[in-house]
């Protein structure tokens, strides 16, 4: 699947790069490369250095763990990898082994993480899936939670079982802070499929196999009903999220004993920070079950609870109802300013953007607006005091103003 995207993924990078050698520092500064095949390139260099012994006395005579020559070890290290250079064929081919690994990565992360880890056995040691890791790029907490994972018990190995009740763990928190995380979770998703077509928009069987790798069986049912009631193709994040809501809304009305449907929901600022980094995985000595053991006093790798929320509406042109009234927060921000501003506080991502005005613009008051901008802050790291920070405060605040 994906065939065509993926050949134009390989096409993209390779005419990039087309001299006779590339060096991996000119991959590392090349910006405009997506970040998952330059860290893909710097893993397979690291492990040809892996390959080498490099670091190893070979008469046992030379003390090579004092922390000096560590140091010195490391530095030399990082100037050889400075230095490599790949041949154009050699290039050629770790663009073509990235393109297949990071396609099946970012959209089937379980099943590409298991087959990366466990493709030869049912049990792996801390060392093959530290060095396995590298190429887990875009959703680096599955790498923190199995390592934790380990850490915490002591083992010095992990086989499937195990690794598939931390996964299960992790993936369950990350549907708990659906709809209001889908663009924060669906990121990477977007990205790598912006990179090939210019278009901020997913193939919607891509976000379907995503939410089966992570086995949410509600929202992969509202978004096969969507594809074929609506004869949708490509979703953009704001769609996306637009379903999210309307098939999660769905389904709490009808668990609910209550005859009122139940209300979308708002994680504040307060709670977990962008893409569940700070996960923590539920663990002991004994093997994982579905329970979690113990409260945070007994063991500090718990999983964060479901978050409080507090209902508001969101109104969804899936669910008719209709938008907020007064101009759009863009209206506020000329366009100079606007590219600043997604750069700086967006990370560059215009689908990002896009959704936060959407969820500003749609926000019934100041109060809620105010929330959710202090939320984009904390979540990309960004001083509220800064320029382009205030500056979009400040829009956000015009809006509210202009509608009095």
């Avoid at 690794?163 to 299960?168: G, L, P, T």
């Avoid at 209001?180 to 997913?202: Q, R």
């Avoid at 919607?204 to 992570?214: G, N, T, V, Y």
């Avoid at 996306?240 to 009305?253: D, F, P, Q, R």
């Amino acid at each position: 699947m994906f065939e065509k995207e993926i050949s134009d993924y390989v096409d993209r990078i390779s005419k990039r790069h087309s001299s006779d050698h590339v060096k991996l520092s000119t991959i590392l500064t090349d910006s405009e490369l997506p970040e998952g095949f330059r860290r893909f390139a710097e893993a397979e260099v690291d492990e040809a250095l892996d390959g080498e012994d490099f670091g190893k006395s070979k008469t046992g005579k030379f003390d090579l763990t004092s922390q000096d020559v560590q140091a010195l070890l490391r530095e030399i290290r990082h100037l050889l990898k400075k230095s490599y250079e790949y041949s154009q064929d050699d290039f050629v081919n770790v663009v073509i082994k990235a393109s297949k690994f990071i396609f099946d990565f970012t959209v089937r992360p379980r099943w590409a993480i298991e087959k990366a880890l466990f493709g030869t056995g049912q049990v792996v040691d801390k060392r093959s899936v530290e060095k396995v890791s590298r190429y887990f790029v875009a959703y680096p907490y599955y790498q923190r939670g199995v390592l934790e994972y380990m850490d915490f018990t002591g083992k010095s190995d992990i086989d499937i079982d195990s690794w598939r009740k931390v996964h299960s763990r992790i993936d369950e928190h990350l549907i708990s802070v659906l709809p209001s995380k889908a663009t924060t979770l669906t990121s990477s998703l977007f990205a790598l499929f912006t990179f090939v077509s210019g278009d901020e928009s997913i193939p919607i069987d891509a976000a379907i196999l995503f939410f089966k790798d992570k086995q949410a069986t509600v929202i992969v049912n509202g978004l096969e009903k969507a594809r074929e009631s609506k004869d949708l193709k490509w979703v953009d994040p704001i769609t996306l999220t637009m379903i999210l809501e309307a098939t999660l809304g769905t389904a709490n009305a009808a668990a609910s004993p209550s005859p009122t449907p139940a209300p979308s929901v708002e994680i504040t600022s307060s709670e977990i920070s962008v893409a569940v980094e700070t996960t923590r995985v539920p663990v002991s000595s004994a093997p994982v079950t579905n329970e979690v053991a113990g409260g945070p006093e007994q063991n500090p790798l718990h999983v964060p609870q479901p978050p409080r929320v507090e209902p508001h509406t969101v109104p969804s042109a899936l669910s008719g109802r209709p938008k907020a009234a007064g101009p759009s927060i863009r209206s506020f921000l000329p366009e100079k300013i606007e590219i600043r501003i997604i750069k700086k506080i967006f990370n560059g991502s215009r689908s990002g953007y896009q959704v936060a005005i959407h969820r500003l613009d749609e926000s019934p008051d100041w109060q809620t607006a105010s929330k959710i901008v202090e939320g984009i802050f904390m979540e990309a790291e960004i001083d509220p005091f800064s320029k382009y920070a205030v500056v979009f405060t400040d829009a956000v605040s015009a809006k509210f103003r202009a509608k009095r």
